[in-house]
């Protein structure tokens, strides 16, 4: 399974973003996917998640402001990012949980300037 994260850049403060993860192969029988982030000189955190159910969590930090979701036929899932702040300057990172496998893809960097 190869994940390509797209759509990163820069933005100011209060702009908008949408991630986009594209995967190699069908997303149907993924149970989980995700996207994650890590600042410079922090732990990686996880920023939202979406099972094959399409039931989704947020990060408390993001609740409210940042959207995750799914399209089965474009093998694709979207992290959109609204009302976007300094501190989500990060590399964020897709993941995918398929068959008790982790998978990463390679990081597309976000930076929101104040």
């Known amino acids: 399974v190869q994940l390509q994260a797209s759509g990163g850049g820069l933005v100011q403060a209060g702009g908008s973003l949408r991630l986009s993860c594209a995967v190699s192969?069908?997303?149907?029988?993924?149970?989980?996917m995700g996207w994650f982030r890590q600042a410079p000189g922090k732990q990686r955190e996880l920023v939202a998640s979406i099972t094959s159910l399409n039931t989704t969590d947020y990060a408390d930090s993001v609740t409210g402001r940042f959207t995750i979701s799914r399209d089965n036929a474009k093998n694709t899932v979207y992290l959109q990012m609204d009302e976007l702040k300094p501190e989500v300057t990060a590399v964020h990172y897709c993941n995918a949980n398929y068959w008790h496998l982790a998978y990463w893809g390679r990081g597309t960097q976000v930076t929101v300037s104040s």
């Open positions: 192969r069908s997303i149907v029988s993924i149970n989980l």
